[in-house]
């Protein structure tokens, strides 16, 4: 399995970005794909995820009604608009495929099985 991320750069307060995720090795339909993302000297943080079976998404708290998770299946691609952009948005950000189901919520690290490299995001002030 390969997950390539894109789109991340430098923005400026209340910018837009939207980055890309192309997967490619496995069933992209039958996935759930989330994003998550890490800043200096912190843990890695969970954003979004989405069930490609039946559509579901989930957000953290901090990305609700900015940040939206969305998949292009016949591109096996999963994409984060995320809008209304902060400095503390700044970070790398990660694509994630869970290749088994688990229980619960697709919300943690532990719950992916392959990461992409990471993509850069800085929002300046």
């Known amino acids: 399995v390969q997950l390539v991320e894109s789109g991340g750069g430098l923005v400026t307060v209340g910018g837009s970005l939207r980055l890309s995720c192309t997967a490619s090795?496995?069933?992209?339909?039958?996935?759930?794909m989330g994003w998550f993302r890490q800043a200096p000297g912190k843990e890695r943080e969970f954003v979004a995820s989405?069930?490609?079976?039946?559509?579901?998404?989930y957000y953290a708290d901090f990305a609700k009604g900015r940040f939206f998770i969305t998949a292009e299946n016949a591109r096996m691609t999963t994409y984060l608009q995320m809008n209304n952009l902060k400095p503390e948005d700044t970070a790398v950000y990660y694509c994630?495929?869970?290749?088994?189901?688990?229980?619960?919520?697709?919300?943690?690290?532990?719950?992916?099985?392959?990461w992409g490299q990471g993509t850069q995001v800085t929002v300046s002030s």
């Open positions: 090795g496995r069933d992209f339909d039958q996935n759930t």
């Open positions: 994630a495929d869970q290749a088994s189901p688990r229980l619960g919520s697709p919300n943690t690290k532990e719950k992916f099985d392959y």
């Open positions: 989405k069930r490609m079976v039946s559509g579901t998404t």
